[in-house]
């Protein structure tokens, strides 16, 4: 029998209450507690809900697919959109309303304006006078935000200033200092973690009901780089399980958006895509919305020339 990650995960523990609650200890112990982890991880190894991606080329560098997610949503399609994107095909940049005259704007005004071909948003903000990032964003000389946030442990950094490292990573400040982190680097990002550096995914224990439609980024074990959208809402604990499912060695992975403010916009010349979101279970559970909405902060990409 094939288990999903979140399913294992649950399994896990249960089989640790149980030898806690039966009290196994010793030799024995430690030899059913090792057989057990020994065969969940064969398990998860062969554990994919999809086996091969159907990935479609948009240009160089840029590839697309939609996916039937495993479990179907409450609403909508139950689609994952995926792009994987080799980062040094592209060049990249934060665009911030504090940075280009306190602005907003949405997804594909900034991509028209600022003449790029992807647009994401950068994450969760403040709705202060500036609509400042909820952690640490910094695009060169420009602070959107100067303090760091004691709760988000991801770091999108881009504008290396050694040329030889890649252009863009995703990076996990529980395993790497934060404070070396923000020396080698022109602009930085930071945003919630979803998935760890080894691949593990978080607990997501306050409010792990809540679902919404949502816009991720994440980093597999090579250094590429995938945006994840979807508008059909899940939890954040079910998203962690899905790309833990895919065949792709996912890696760190940070939460961006979700809701009705959720955006992902491509234009490569001879292809559009526009994708909103709108579902936030409790506070916008409706899936009415057929717009673009205005947002003050964005991660840009432009395919390098």
């Excluded at 949503?73 to 592209?90: E, G, H, P, Q």
């Excluded at 959107?144 to 442990?153: A, C, R, V």
């Excluded at 939890?235 to 979700?258: D, K, S, W």
Aim: aromatic share 14%; glycine share 6%; proline share 4%.
């Amino acid at each position: 029998m094939i288990y999903s990650p979140l399913k294992m995960q649950n399994l896990t523990l249960r089989m640790c209450n149980f030898f806690h609650y039966h009290n196994f200890t010793g030799r024995i112990g430690r030899f059913l507690f090792m057989l057990f982890f020994l065969t969940s991880l064969g398990a998860r190894s062969q554990n994919y809900w999809v086996n091969t991606i159907p990935w479609i080329t948009l240009t160089d560098g840029l590839q697309y697919v939609e996916l039937d997610a495993p479990e179907k949503s409450v609403v909508n399609d139950s689609k994952l959109t995926i792009l994987k994107v080799d980062a040094w095909k592209f060049d990249f940049e934060f665009l911030t309303a504090s940075e280009h005259g306190k602005n907003l704007r949405t997804a594909e005004e900034w991509a028209k304006e600022f003449d790029k071909n992807i647009i994401i948003n950068a994450g969760m903000y403040n709705y202060d006078k500036v609509h400042s990032n909820k952690g640490y964003l910094k695009n060169y000389k420009h602070l959107n935000n100067p303090t760091k946030s004691g709760y988000y442990n991801a770091i999108l950094a881009m504008h290396p200033k050694d040329k030889l490292k890649p252009p863009f990573r995703i990076i996990d400040i529980t395993y790497q200092d934060w404070e070396k982190v923000k020396t080698q680097y022109f602009s930085l990002c930071q945003g919630m973690r979803m998935i760890g550096q080894e691949g593990e995914g978080m607990a997501y224990s306050k409010r792990p009901d809540q679902s919404c439609s949502m816009v991720l980024a994440a980093t597999d074990n090579v250094g590429n780089l995938y945006i994840i959208y979807t508008r059909s809402p899940y939890t954040h604990l079910a998203m962690i399980g899905f790309l833990q499912g895919l065949p792709l060695n996912i890696r760190t992975t940070v939460y961006l958006e979700g809701g009705p403010e959720t955006s992902l916009y491509i234009n490569t010349g001879d292809t559009v895509i526009a994708k909103y979101g709108s579902y936030v279970s409790n506070t916008c559970d409706n899936d009415d919305n057929d717009h673009f909405w205005k947002i003050p902060n964005v991660i840009a990409l432009r395919k390098r020339r």
